[in-house]
T-cell receptor, first 114, second 110 residues
């Protein structure tokens, strides 16, 4: 059974640019969450999608956005990149809409902003 | 605001030397406490869920316990392959998202 797939794995952008990251959840999983991981702040929740609807959003500026498609695949977008956006962006899926903390994470997309 | 504090930040053990990792938490209402393991360059891997004080879960050399204020991850006779960062997270009854601690970086030397 394939795990959570994130693309791209690595990318380098410059300040002011925008970036789109993609996540394919485990087959049958309908909930997708996004987390940002940095050495200083650790893992921080960005948002969660279920059945194409955003159900929860963390404390990030509006430059961070996301969406989910009918096949449960999800994308997140960061506009007007800042140096502080350099991080590992992790996608996690779970099977149902139940509020479970048992998340299945992908390997992440490592973003470097120069 | 939910808070999770893990200690120590880093721990170096000799193979076979048992120890415990600590996770202290503050939540208005605990829905669940979760332990994850993260290897370098990988996403976190789920280990355990604990729901109520007094609960214990075991998996191979790992045992997780929970009180009303903290959780411990006990590692018995660790092996080098247990080297990883161990993350603790809590889920508040009023929120869906997890609040993670900063992790304990464990290194087990042969």
């Amino acid at each position: 059974k394939a795990g959570v797939t994130q693309t791209p794995r690595y990318l380098i952008k410059t300040r002011g640019q925008q970036v789109t990251l993609s996540c394919s959840p485990i087959s049958g999983h309908r909930s997708v969450s996004w987390y940002q991981q940095t050495p200083g702040q650790g893992l921080q929740f960005l948002f969660e999608y279920f059945s194409e609807t955003q159900r929860n959003k963390g404390n990030f500026p509006g430059r961070f956005s996301g969406r989910q498609f009918s096949n449960s695949r999800s994308e997140m977008n960061v506009s007007t990149l800042e140096l502080g956006d350099s991080a590992l962006y992790l996608c996690a899926s779970t099977i149902t809409g139940v509020q479970t903390g048992e998340l299945f994470f992908g390997e992440g997309s490592r973003l470097t902003v120069l | 605001e939910d808070q999770v504090t893990q200690s120590p930040e880093a721990l170096r053990l000799q193979e076979g030397e048992s120890s415990s990792l600590n996770c202290s938490y503050t939540v208005s209402g605990l829905r669940g406490l979760f332990w994850y393991r993260q290897d370098p360059g990988k996403g976190p891997e789920f280990l355990f869920t604990l729901y109520s004080a007094g609960e214990e879960k075991e998996k191979e050399r790992l045992k997780a316990t929970l009180t009303k204020k903290e959780s411990f991850l006990h590692i018995t006779a660790p092996k080098p392959e247990d080297s990883a960062t161990y993350l603790c997270a809590v889920q508040d009854t009023g929120r869906r998202a997890l609040t993670f601690g900063s992790g304990t970086r464990l290194q087990v030397q042969p």
